[in-house]
């Protein structure tokens, strides 16, 4: 924390990181209107004193849907990095440990690897119908194979170390040895990984949705916006930039903190 705390980008992008996310969650809290009500008089209306960052084709305020637009991408991107990433993880620590069932569990991987998350949301949307859901299995499925591989490379170090074969000298169970011993270890890795991650998957779940597999209209999420505005380019450019903007602005931040973490958990660069 230390070593964070003196990176001035660090400082900024965490909070900027931590801004953002008490901006999603306090939304209905920061804003007193309906992100779904429409005010056709104040239709493409430009930014002003009435509506701040302007009002969208149906006259709806774009400060409210940004907040609430953003609660939702932040939703998908953490539950899609928690979910894929939890079961990456097991799936990558199981094939450290087990090296007998280390070839089946990464070929896995490499067969998931081959498919690009938009074929996995091609894929689900025709299933289940196209949604904020459909987007948030594809982003797990196409989390999971990343997830395990960065486990089972930092597993893989710390199964070598003396405090693994010690607990096994002693008789420590299998679970406990891997819950207890070498996830710890492990978890610095993973938590660098989950932050870069995390804007990952939002702009990939970003990307679904303007091309139409992710949250339908009216629902109010940053990709679905700037499809939405694209249609008023040259008419009301502030309906596509605003949430194209946050979107770049919530994936730079993420991608800023996921690289000072990774500088200040390396045990090399401390000098």
């Given at each position: 924390m230390r070593r964070l705390l003196r990176d001035p980008v660090a400082v900024a992008a965490l909070l900027l990181t931590l801004a953002l996310i008490a901006a999603a969650i306090f939304a209905p809290w920061l804003t007193h209107g309906d992100p779904y009500d429409n005010d056709l008089g104040s239709a493409m209306a430009p930014p002003g004193e009435e509506h701040w960052l302007g009002a969208d084709d149906q006259g709806r305020d774009l400060v409210v849907r940004l907040l609430y637009g953003l609660r939702l991408t932040?939703?998908?991107?953490?539950?899609?990095?928690?979910?894929?990433?939890?079961?990456?993880?097991?799936?990558?620590?199981?094939?450290?440990?087990?090296?007998?069932?280390?070839?089946?569990?990464?070929?896995?991987?490499?067969?998931?690897?081959?498919?690009?998350?938009?074929?996995?949301?091609?894929?689900?949307?025709?299933?289940?119908?196209?949604?904020?859901?459909?987007?948030?299995?594809?982003?797990?499925?196409?989390?999971?194979?990343?997830?395990?591989?960065?486990?089972?490379?930092?597993?893989?170090?710390?199964?070598?170390?003396?405090?693994?074969?010690?607990?096994?000298?002693?008789?420590?169970?299998?679970?406990?040895?891997?819950?207890?011993?070498?996830?710890?270890?492990?978890?610095?890795?993973?938590?660098?990984?989950?932050?870069?991650?995390?804007?990952?998957?939002?702009?990939?779940?970003?990307?679904?949705?303007?091309?139409?597999?992710?949250?339908?209209?009216p629902t109010a999420e940053l990709g679905a916006m700037a499809a939405q505005g694209r249609t008023f380019l040259f008419f009301a450019p502030h309906i596509a930039v605003v949430p194209c903007v946050a979107i770049f602005v919530v994936v730079l931040a993420f991608n800023v903190l996921g690289d000072a973490l990774r500088d200040a958990l390396d045990p090399r660069l401390r000098l």
């Open positions: 932040l939703l998908m991107g953490a539950v899609s990095v928690a979910v894929g990433g939890g079961i990456g993880t097991l799936l990558g620590l199981a094939a450290a440990f087990y090296r007998r069932a280390d070839g089946t569990i990464m070929r896995l991987m490499d067969v998931m690897l081959s498919f690009p998350a938009i074929l996995f949301g091609l894929a689900i949307a025709a299933i289940f119908g196209p949604g904020a859901t459909a987007v948030m299995l594809a982003l797990v499925v196409a989390t999971i194979p990343l997830a395990c591989r960065v486990a089972r490379a930092a597993a893989i170090v710390e199964m070598g170390r003396d405090y693994m074969e010690a607990g096994r000298a002693v008789g420590l169970g299998d679970g406990r040895l891997i819950l207890r011993h070498l996830l710890p270890n492990c978890a610095s890795s993973l938590l660098v990984f989950a932050t870069l991650r995390i804007g990952q998957v939002i702009l990939l779940g970003s990307a679904l949705s303007f091309v139409g597999l992710g949250a339908q209209p």
